[in-house]
């Protein structure tokens, strides 16, 4: 069976997440965005977890749907925030959980909950090594998955420049054996971690890292396999293209951490010119925040370009929202916007099959000329972008200014 499945997701009691994200609108979006596999996000929160007992009943093995039925299916998952010292650093490491029973996430919670205050947010900070969270998420049930989150990102990442390590060595010390995926992020892609030979028997995954219904699915994971978590657990950790197919990611120029710069000072560089100015903003003079790009650049040991055997393949999209904003010469989520969103998506299923399969022609008997012409030049990855620094994201364009003014753009509604 293919499917898609996005793991990586936060519920409404989580920090800046919205007040929707609960059980029937994830439901909901799962289907329109083509998702049939949604992570839980948050199960270490007391509430959530309480919600997530009674609004789910068991469905395929390690998997759970809706009481009374529901196309979605729901892996148990959360995200821990480690903070500790290690190596004479201040490490800051967030790692994603996925785990098959309730019955194991209940240990899991028992025991963080000795540690750090799982109340306190939805994306707890437990003040412990990467390593013993690994312990305990493998003790509870050892068929669980650890997966480094946003593996690059400066701040809170297993290789972040400013609070990460060179390895998963180094973090994990003897569990390393069990670290068998990490998730790229927004700002990397997969050719990115190619350059590490040390990433070659390493699982690739991408996530939304959602925080809000209509992020849901801009970064996913594509499989045929079986549906149970045993099936998905195989296919991640085997590494096998023939079960796990592909992935979707953001161009990563458009994540917030792409290439250095100061926020404050609106300061971007890459990291050639970051080299030249001795990592220090120029405005400013204080330290530049250390982008992605740059840490692969100091990590990799491979040339860009290179394709290790086995990879997983992937696939460059921008979120259809975002296309039909940019086609229409709007912004993103207005009602016109919506309107045509909403048309798409009920045409042909969902917004995977709008923005992967659905030939030009036929998009163009149901879509706005422009908001076609948009969906195949991302297909192709003709796009331009301004990239992403020190939390901004990166800029996007699919349609030059001269061609804003297109009739094809204009084309009313009726």
Known sequence: MKFAGDFHIHSRFARATSKEMNIPNLDL????????VMGTGDFTHPSWLAELKEELEPAEEGLYQRKGGGETRFVLSSEISCIYSKGGKVRKVHLILLVPSFEAVDKINTQLGWVGNLKSDGRPIIGIDAKEVAKIVLDADETSLVVPAHCWTPW????????GFNSLQECFDEYTKHIHAVETGLSSDPAMNWRLSALDNITLLSNSDSHSLEKIGREANFFDTELSYPAIRGAIVKKDPKQFLFTVEFFPQEGKYHVDGHRLCKVSMNPEE????N???PVCKRPLTIGVLNRVNELADREEGFKPEGAIPYKSLIPLQEIIADAMGQGVGTKSGKAEYEKLVAEFGNEFTVLLDIPREDLAKVALPAIAEGIVRVREGKVAIEPGYDGEYGKIEIFREDEKDLPSAQKTLL
């Open 29 to 36: 979006w799962a289907k329109k965005k083509g998702i049939k």
């Open 156 to 163: 809170f990442a297993v290789f972040g420049s400013k609070s």
């Open 274 to 277: 970051s080299k030249k100015n």
């Open 279 to 281: 990592n220090i903003c």
